[in-house]
Every structure is written in C-alpha cells, then in structure tokens.
C-alpha cells in the first residue's frame, strides 16, 4: 500500500532540535518533491518548507536559518530538522510529497498522518 509515515516528533525545551522523518513506503520508487506544514490550534494551516523536484528549497520567514528540509533518495525518506526551537514552533507537523509510483510509474500526491511537536520547559 502507498502511504507516508510520519515520526520523530515528541517534546523538547526551547532552544533544542528535533529531526522528523517522513518515509515513503516500498510500492514507491522516489519521492520528487515534498513540504512540511505545520497546524496548531486557533492557526490556519502553515507551509513551514518546501523541497522542490530540482532540489531547490523555500521556508517560511519564522523558521528561515533555523529549519532544514532534505530527501534522502536511497531511504525514500524526507526530513525536516528543526534546530533552535522555541516554543511558537509547537504543532502538528504534516508532510506531503509527490511521489513517483513502482506501478507503472504513475505520479501521485500523499499526506502523512502528521506527528505533534511541542516545545516547552
């Protein structure tokens, strides 16, 4: 079954990091291309990183030098580090990708389940 799952999230002091992870399953060949949002409560849903197809990657202003988003094509897995945390970067953090199918290299679009980081002292 195609799917992406989420993990790495969890409950860290402000000024900590935390690395998510969000990995494709095996009916997938390659992950072209991927964001991070991010939704907390009373928030509109926020693109916090996006990785394009050509490696080129945007952040949102609040988390610009401190989050980095990658792939690692041989794991079929994108990452989201998180360095510096404070404690407006609490969230649920929500991969998305796009993704290059094993059958019949078909191109689909897939959510994860999200993954709740909070930080706090």
């Known amino acids: 079954q195609v799917q992406l799952v989420e993990s790495g999230g969890g409950l860290v002091q402000p000024g900590g990091s935390l690395t998510l992870s969000c990995a494709a399953s095996?009916?997938?060949?390659?992950?072209?291309?991927a964001s991070w949002y991010r939704q907390g409560p009373g928030k509109e849903r926020e693109l916090v990183a996006k990785l394009t197809n050509d490696g080129t990657t945007t952040y949102t202003t609040s988390v610009e030098g401190r989050f980095t988003i990658s792939r690692d094509s041989a794991k079929k897995t994108v990452y989201l580090q998180m360095n510096s945390l404070e404690n407006e970067d609490t969230d649920v953090y929500l991969c998305y990708a796009i993704l290059i199918l094993a059958d019949r290299g078909g191109i689909k679009s897939y959510w994860g389940q999200g993954t709740q980081v909070t930080v706090s002292s």
């Open positions: 095996q009916r997938v060949d390659m992950i072209y291309g």
